[in-house]
Nanobody, 118 residues
Framework: QVQLVESGGGLVQTGGSLRLSCTAS????????MGWYRQAPGKQRELVAT?????SNNYAASVKGRFTISRDKNTVYLQMSDLKPEDTAVYYC??????????????WGQGTQVTVSS
């Protein structure tokens, strides 16, 4: 069993910064990739950023240059700067994890609220 636990959300003013963290624990053989997605009210969940085991990064166009994803062992971080009201959403951690040589699964965290006030 694998768990993803997120922290770091909150309320911030336009132009401010926040750092999200997500730690994976449990029956982990290898983490292939980790990432962040977000879902605003009435909208579909969308990719924010991902990072592979070789530290290759991918960002949504809307956050490129403002957000930075990084990873240290089983923890992934999302440093968010120059936040805008349109960044307001529930942010979800995601991980693609091998639990042994033959089986890999995709996992989601519980979500953390980020609210940017104008």
């Amino acid at each position: 069993q694998v768990q993803l636990v997120e922290s770091g959300g909150g309320l911030v003013q336009t132009g401010g910064s926040l750092r999200l963290s997500c730690t994976a624990s449990g029956d982990i053989f290898r983490i292939n990739s980790m990432g962040w997605y977000r879902q605003a009210p009435g909208k579909q969940r969308e990719l924010v950023a991902t990072i592979t085991s070789s530290s290759s990064n991918n960002y949504a166009a809307s956050v490129k240059g403002r957000f930075t994803i990084s990873r240290d062992k089983n923890t992934v971080y999302l440093q968010m700067s120059d936040l805008k009201p349109e960044d307001t959403a529930v942010y979800y951690c995601n991980a693609d994890i091998d639990i042994n040589y033959w089986i890999h699964n995709n996992y989601w965290g519980q979500g953390t609220q980020v609210t940017v006030s104008s």
